[in-house]
């Protein structure tokens, strides 16, 4: 295929679409030749839309198509059964965050990932953007001085949903959590890579979305090693909100501020320009993040650099989230890592 790497969509709902975006806009050494979904309507739409030869299921596509990669974008249960096939017939295999529901299960799928021949990554795009690289190079070169405290501010808009059959995202079983283990996860990456790594979180959680069995609404305190602490606050809205910055890091001699949005800019805030300058104008890079993650893929497969984050390093977003959810069962301080 011209040199293009050949990759099969596993699951063509909503996160396949920015995918596919992506491949277009940015990733354009790969060839999508497989769509698969057990969803006649979904994968159809996906054959048309990528010209790609439609499969309803996974075994049949590995028995009959043409492809060298699969991207996994499956409801976080089927993450495992999915990753172990692909992976055992030889296929260099992407992955959706967060690699699934639970500690143990990601850590079988790490570890078949770790023994593969092919490569294997966990997709985060919050990897890529352009304002948080930025923010993190500020950071080190001591614009803001020693960071004192951050925030991060994570608000997203209720999707249309039929209350009579609710996404599987809601069903705890299913998803492993509410909103701080899907979208929180693009957050706390963020977070990571501009502060380092988390050591303990204290959180309360809520619920106000009936059909959601996990909390769509969270607030937590994260301590990081360096001894700086962050508020982290999660919201599905159902209604309007005002605007708000993604994120605020405060240091001895400035501040930093992440502007919302995917044209979010970057705005630092110091003596020399107390009304703020803007750094980076983010837009159209955050956007694009999707396809610069893909593109990292296909690069590594085809041209054998590194990922920009090794796949382990996404259990840091996954053990965060679920160290939230002892907290608030323990209403104490929980430790990020080393259970
Ligand atoms: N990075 C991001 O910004 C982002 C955003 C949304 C979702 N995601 C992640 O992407 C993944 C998928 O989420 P989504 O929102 O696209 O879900 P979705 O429900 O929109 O799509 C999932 C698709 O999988 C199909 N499917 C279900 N079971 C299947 C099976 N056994 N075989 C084949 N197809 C099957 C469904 O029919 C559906 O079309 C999750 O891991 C989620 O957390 C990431």
Not at 193 to 212: C, K, N, Y
Not at 275 to 297: H, N
């Amino acid at each position: 295929m011209d040199g293009k790497l050949t990759l099969a969509f596993l699951g063509c709902g909503g996160i396949a679409r920015a995918h596919w975006r992506g491949i277009r806009r940015v990733a354009t050494d790969i060839a999508v030749t497989a769509v698969i979904d057990s969803d006649r309507n979904a994968v159809a739409a996906f054959a048309e839309r990528t010209n790609a030869k439609a499969f309803q299921s996974l075994d049949q596509a590995l028995a009959e198509g043409d492809f060298d990669a699969v991207d996994i974008m499956l409801p976080h249960d089927l993450h495992e059964e999915a990753a172990l096939k692909c992976l055992d017939a030889g296929k260099h295999v992407v992955l959706e965050k967060p690699i699934a529901p639970d500690l143990a299960t990601a850590r079988r799928i790490l570890d078949a990932g770790t023994s593969a021949e092919g490569v294997f990554m966990v997709a985060e795009q919050a990897q890529y953007w352009p304002d948080v690289l930025r923010a993190k190079e500020l950071i080190d070169d001591g614009a803001i001085g020693d960071v004192l405290t951050a925030r991060a501010c994570f608000y997203d808009p209720l999707p249309t949903i039929d209350p009579e059959a609710p996404p599987w995202r809601f069903s705890l079983a299913r998803a492993g959590g509410g909103i701080s283990i899907d979208g929180g996860a693009h957050w706390i990456r963020p977070l990571r890579i501009m502060l380092g790594e988390i050591e303990e979180v204290v959180a309360t959680t809520s619920r106000h979305i009936d059909a959601m069995e996990g909390e769509s609404i969270a607030h937590a305190l994260m301590r990081f090693d360096s001894g700086v602490t962050a508020t982290f606050d999660a919201l599905l809205h159902t209604g309007v909100v005002a605007p708000t910055e993604d994120f605020r890091i405060t240091g001895t001699t400035g501040e930093l501020v992440l502007e919302h949005g995917r044209e979010g800019r970057l705005r630092l805030f110091t003596d020399a320009a107390p009304e703020g300058e803007t750094v980076l104008e983010s837009f159209p890079g955050k956007v694009d993040s999707y396809g610069a993650e893909l593109a990292d893929f296909a690069s590594a497969v085809l041209n054998g650099t590194a990922l920009a984050a090794a796949p382990d390093y996404a259990e840091g977003e996954l053990r965060t989230a679920l160290a939230m959810y002892r907290s608030v069962a323990t209403r104490r301080w929980e430790k990020v890592w080393g259970r």
